[in-house]
């Protein structure tokens, strides 16, 4: 069974900075896209990076040119370097990974459990 573990969230400042980090285990044959999205209270999940196997990147406009978004595909870990941080960053952070388990078998869009991230102003 593959899982997405992650770590790193936290209470923060506003203007700080935090890294997230997110590995996926398991019998695992791919990994195409993983990303990093996130919800605060009362308000729907939204995306904030993805990045493709091969390196390609997207960001949400109200993160780019503060957040990056980088994988080891050799590990399969995918992390989110958040600096100038800000209140409205609040959220629960999750990772996702578009999972291929065998080859010829569907990809399978999976989560992590979520990790706080609090900035305080």
């Known amino acids: 069974q593959v899982q997405l573990v992650e770590s790193g969230g936290g209470l923060v400042q506003a203007g700080g900075s935090l890294r997230l980090s997110c590995a996926a285990s398991?019998?695992?044959?791919?990994?195409?896209?993983m990303g990093w999205y996130r919800q605060a209270p009362g308000e729907q999940r939204e995306l904030v990076a993805t990045?493709?196997?091969?390196?390609?990147?997207n960001y949400a406009d109200s993160v780019k040119g503060r957040f990056t978004i980088s994988r080891d595909n050799a590990k399969n870990t995918v992390s989110l370097q958040m600096n100038s941080l800000k209140p409205s960053d609040t959220a629960v952070y999750y990772c996702?990974?578009?999972?291929?388990?065998?080859?010829?078998?569907?990809?399978?869009?999976?989560w992590g459990q979520g990790t706080q991230v609090t900035v305080s102003s």
């Open positions: 996702a990974a578009d999972v291929q388990v065998r080859i010829l078998s569907p990809t399978v869009r999976l």
């Open positions: 398991g019998k695992i044959f791919s990994i195409n896209a």
């Open positions: 990045i493709s196997s091969g390196g390609s990147t």
